[in-house]
């Protein structure tokens, strides 16, 4: 007889955990730590070295930390994966270890607002040049290549209009660059989208949206597919070369298949710190419980909304690609066959005063810069979120001035409809 794989669900509660083997607490608890005690001075010389795993310091790994990191590997399928500070972080970590100053990646324009800027500005002071491409036109991503490009970076369902990305026409381009694709799945969540079954070398999740789910807690994760062959032509200095900290190995030889998801902590976390508290660990492995059963309440509300929505006179467009007829339907019927997820977009007539006036009218809706808790939110990304980009670059974003986003909760769908409807007729 063969083992059963188990689903999607049993995964999301138990992958990683285990009774704790001193307490018998069955909840992970929180190891609010910094630091670990050694066996004995072997102990501490073999995991200094890498020759054995064990914990050391929590900026390097933590044992919640550590639950959470094999639980997303375990719903994304990847071999390994670290979990950061914050989705911006973990984006950090992911750069530092692929690029070296003056290499390309090719960046998706239909980002994250806050992903825009720090490609564009603190990446460029890294000497890490982005070449933007647009989903739209598959050919742009071609053109972009040079010898120097090292990433492909895309969204899966992306910001801020909830658009499809066709995760394996860029993946077979990524493949022509000889270079990873990092796939932003905080949108989906592997619920959704399975990026690595589509090509994905890389997954990049911000937890503090869908993972966690609740809004209490920032995080970020890197999933590692364990598909990219990081040794060819010496592309990626940190993984090929010798390690001299670490008595000269090559992380790719030592590591094979999850050496990325080793050297983004031996060397990204290492260095640059940006750990993930593990209270907050706790809190986004609480959160990915009822990932499933959030992910498919939001999806549903979601379309109930854009329906709605839809069928409104104040309304002149809404772009949600569950929608039937939408631009995105096909690709969504593809990538995110459960549900198109609760982010989207439409047009006011009344542009840019009347998104003020709804994003001030709401009562239910929460009018903030998030995405991905409970709660309903909501948001005028031209004069918040996408207000640092030129009107062009708006546009180019899907965050035109008459925009207005919606991040949709898990709340009763006619209470939803009844915010947005006296909001929209005062
Ligand atoms: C929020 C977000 C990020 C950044 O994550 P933080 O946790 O806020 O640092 C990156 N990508 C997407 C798609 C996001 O929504």
């Known amino acids: 007889m063969t083992e059963r794989l188990p689903g999607f669900s049993t995964l999301a509660v138990h992958a990683g955990a285990q009774p704790d083997p001193t307490t018998g607490a069955r ?17 501490a010389a073999s995991l200094f070295g890498l020759q054995s795993f064990g914990n050391i310091y929590t900026r390097l790994t933590n044992p919640t930390t550590a639950v959470l990191e094999e639980r997303v590997a375990a719903l994304e399928g990847g071999t390994a994966a670290v979990a950061a500070a914050s989705g911006h972080a973990a984006q950090f970590l992911i750069f530092h270890t692929l690029m070296q100053p003056g290499d390309e990646f090719i960046a998706s ?29 598959i050919a742009s991503f071609e053109r972009a290549i040079s010898p120097k490009t090292k990433a492909v970076f895309v969204e899966s369902i992306a910001n801020p209009g909830g658009t499809v990305t066709d995760l394996e026409a860029i993946a077979a381009i990524a493949r022509k660059a000889n270079a990873p694709l990092i796939v932003d799945n905080t949108l989906a969540s ?30 970020g994760i890197v999933v590692d597919a364990g598909t990219f062959d990081w040794s060819r032509d010496n592309r990626y200095p940190m993984l090929s070369e010798p390690r001299p900290e670490y008595h000269g190995i090559k992380l790719q030889e030592t590591f094979g298949n999850f050496a990325f998801a080793i050297a983004v902590r ?24 009822t990932l499933a059963l959030r992910m498919q309440k939001h999806c549903d509300n979601a379309k109930a909304l854009a329906e709605w ?10 772009n949600y690609a569950g929608l039937p007829g939408d631009k995105y339907h096909v690709l969504a019927r593809k990538y995110a066959p459960k549900g198109a997820g609760a982010v989207f977009t439409f047009g006011l007539k009344g542009g840019y005063d009347a998104g003020i006036k709804l994003v001030s009218g ?32 708006k546009a180019a974003a899907g965050a035109g001035v008459d925009v207005v986003r919606l991040s949709v909760g898990i709340e009763d769908k006619e209470d939803l409809i009844a915010d947005l409807d006296q909001a929209l007729s005062t």
């Open 109 to 137: 324009r239909r980002l994250y607002g806050g992903s825009i800027n720090q490609f564009n500005h603190a990446f460029k002071n890294f000497g890490w040049n982005v070449v933007w491409a647009d989903t739209d036109d």
């Open 190 to 219: 592997p619920y959704l989208v399975k990026p690595i079954d589509h090509g994905a070398d890389i997954v990049v999740h911000s937890a503090t949206k869908f993972l966690g789910g609740h809004g209490n807690s920032l995080g």
């Open 27 to 43: 909840i992970t608890p929180i190891y609010q730590t910094a630091s670990y005690v050694f066996n004995d001075a072997d102990h």
């Open 309 to 318: 929505l839809a069928a409104h006179p104040a309304v002149s467009w809404v």
């Open 266 to 289: 031996v060397l990204g976390l290492r260095d640059l710190g940006p750990a993930i508290s593990p209270f907050n660990s706790f809190m986004i492995l609480t959160g990915i419980e």
């Open 362 to 393: 709401v009562r239910l809706f929460s009018h903030l810069a998030n995405v991905g808790d409970t709660r309903s939110l909501i948001i005028h990304p031209a004069s918040t979120t996408h207000s640092q980009l030129t009107d062009e670059q």
